[in-house]
């Protein structure tokens, strides 16, 4: 078992910054890689950003360049640096971390980005 806690987010205005914290516990050693996803009202859910236990990283088109993974392996703790913040990034954002039998998520953390 693996248990996830979100926090960070809020209120931001356009073009503001934003970091998500995901703090893992549990069996941690079973992880391989560990993501954001985010749910805009009406929508899929999809991958924002993602991270390997080896470090590699990749993003969605549409944050790249403004949203940035990462991880601290001493606090199990993977981050979400979002800079540039559009209304368009609105949206419920999930932690997620893949283990090789199961896929565990976060309770979700509301973004919302308006004026």
């Known amino acids: 078992q693996v248990q996830l806690v979100e926090s960070g987010g809020g209120l931001v205005q356009p073009g503001g910054s934003l970091r998500l914290s995901c703090a893992a516990s549990?069996?941690?050693?079973?992880?391989?890689?560990m993501g954001w996803y985010r749910q805009a009202p009406g929508k899929q859910r999809e991958l924002v950003a993602a991270?390997?236990?080896?470090?590699?990283?990749n993003a969605a088109d549409a944050v790249k360049g403004r949203f940035t993974i990462s991880r601290d392996n001493a606090k199990n703790t993977v981050y979400l640096q979002m800079n540039s913040l559009k209304p368009e990034d609105t949206a419920v954002y999930y932690c997620n971390a893949n283990t090789t039998t199961y896929d565990y998520w976060g309770q979700g953390t509301q973004v919302t980005v308006s004026s």
């Open positions: 991270i390997t236990s080896g470090g590699s990283t």
């Open positions: 549990g069996s941690i050693f079973s992880i391989r890689t």
